[in-house]
């Protein structure tokens, strides 16, 4: 029980927040190309 809690908090963050958070920050910095952008945003 407590490694599936585990596993599944690890899969969240890595699988979702992550890429979020990279994609935010991408946006966020105005002077991001678009290639960079394209390569973090393709997730959603």
Known sequence: ???ELIIN???LILGYAYP???CFK??????????E???WCQYW
């Open 9 to 11: 908090s690890l899969l």
């Open 20 to 22: 979020a958070f990279e």
């Open 26 to 35: 991408t946006i966020e910095k105005h002077s991001a190309a678009n290639a």
């Open 1 to 3: 029980m407590l490694g």
């Open 37 to 39: 952008l394209r390569f």
